[in-house]
């Protein structure tokens, strides 16, 4: 019986190193698999894309165009404006109607450095607004957190403030 005994614990513990080794094997190809992904994750990329969807932006502001603008925007983004509430969903075209009534005819942005991963970005920069006649009206730093949507980098979160000095009382 005891030798019985022996030989079923040496032939579990031969079956359990086998699973064991399976398990181990299969978290190896499963980190293969993530290490491909971020293989085929560039920033490089991501930033061209970037600098695409910002040039419609741009577009759209030239052309006054809310509807334009709003479209490179997730459906739940935000967007945190200097001195008042954020602008949610569907209040981002009319945002950005009244920015293009009260005179903004271009816009300048500059990337200064872009970070993540495949399913968020974050885009940090500087602005330019500017009137009729090239006169500039504010000029300061934005950050946006950009999410994939459909294979498409959308805008998801979008704040910004001015660098301009505080206009004086009189």
């Known amino acids: ?20 080794d399976t398990a181990s ?28 969807e910002n040039a419609k932006l741009i577009d759209g502001i030239k052309k006054g165009d809310s509807a334009a603008i709003a479209s490179n925007y997730t459906s739940d983004a935000w967007i945190m404006p200097p001195n008042s509430e954020a602008v949610r969903g569907n209040d981002i075209a009319p945002f950005w109607g009244t920015f293009i009534r009260m005179g903004v005819k271009d816009m300048k942005l500059s990337t200064d450095d872009i970070s993540g991963n495949e399913e968020q970005i974050a885009e940090t920069g500087t602005y330019e607004i500017y009137g009729s006649e090239s006169k500039l009206l504010d000029k300061g730093k934005y950050i946006v957190v950009w999410k994939s949507v459909n294979g498409s980098w959308k805008m998801y979160r979008d704040i910004f403030n001015t660098s301009m000095p505080a206009a004086t009382a009189k």
């Open 1 to 20: 019986m005891p030798k019985l005994f022996n030989q079923l614990i040496l032939a579990a513990s031969a079956i359990f190193m086998v699973a064991c």
């Open 25 to 52: 094997t299969d978290n190896n190809s499963s980190d293969a698999t993530e290490t491909k992904d971020s293989v085929n994750f560039n920033l490089s990329n991501v930033r061209s894309s970037i600098e695409t």
